[in-house]
């Protein structure tokens, strides 16, 4: 069974461009939720889509944005890059339903610089 | 207060010794707890699921949840080098009426676990 592939691996930016990161969950499952990690913050929440809706919201400002499929694929936006959004991106699939269907698998990440 | 706090270590346990870790949580309606450990260079992996009190055991590695105290942990028997790394506590807070699900983790910091041969 294939896990969770992201892509691409590796971007690098400049400042005031948008970027878009691509996420394929593992076959069957539903949910796909974002996350973004940097040594300051650790890991923090994103959004989270279930069935091409957004069901989970995080902090983050409008510049962050994502969307689902109807394949279960998703991706997200980043507009106007700031030097501080400079980060491992992380992407995470789950079947989305309660009980054990939250359990999360991570993709490989796409380690993004902003320059 | 930190939505999940863990101390960060770093917690050096000789091999073969248990490596015990723990993890606190301030949302009392979470109902999913997580232990992921993580690599250096390496994303999350997913490694122990707990959705009710008590204890789970999966090979050497044993979850321990007490809702009453808002307290997860970890516990890594006969630990071995390949262990150390950073380990993660997530508690999923997301709350969907409609599915019933709901996934959004919050994690902690991660304590980092060196396993000295």
């Known amino acids: 069974k294939a896990g969770v592939t992201q892509t691409p691996r590796y971007l690098i930016k400049t400042r005031g461009q948008q970027v878009t990161l691509s996420c394929s969950p593992i076959s069957g499952h539903r949910s796909v939720s974002w996350y973004q990690q940097t040594p300051g913050q650790g890991l923090q929440f994103l959004f989270e889509y279930f069935s091409e809706t957004q069901r989970n919201k995080g902090n983050f400002p409008g510049r962050f944005s994502g969307r689902q499929f109807s394949n279960s694929r998703s991706e997200m936006n980043v507009s106007t890059l700031e030097l501080g959004d400079s980060a491992l991106y992380l992407c995470?699939?789950?079947?989305?339903?309660?009980?054990?269907?939250?359990?999360?698998?991570f993709g490989q990440g796409t380690r993004l610089t902003v320059v | 207060q930190k939505e999940v706090e863990q101390n960060s270590g770093p917690l050096s346990v000789p091999e073969g010794a248990i490596a015990s870790l723990n993890c606190t949580y301030s949302?009392?309606?979470?109902?999913?707890f997580f232990w992921y450990r993580q690599y250096s260079g390496k994303s999350p992996e997913l490694i122990m699921s707990?959705?009710?009190?008590g204890d789970k055991e999966d090979g050497r590695f044993t979850a321990q949840l007490n809702k009453a105290s808002q307290y997860v942990s970890l516990l890594i028997r006969d630990s071995q080098p390949s262990d150390s790394a950073t380990y993660l506590c997530a508690v999923n807070v997301g709350k969907n009426i409609l599915t019933g699900g709901g996934n959004k983790l919050t994690f902690g910091t991660g304590t980092q676990l060196k396993v000295e041969l």
């Open positions: 995470a699939s789950s079947l989305g339903l309660g009980g054990g269907g939250t359990e999360a698998f």
């Open positions: 707990i959705y009710s009190n």
């Open positions: 949302d009392r309606v979470s109902q999913s």
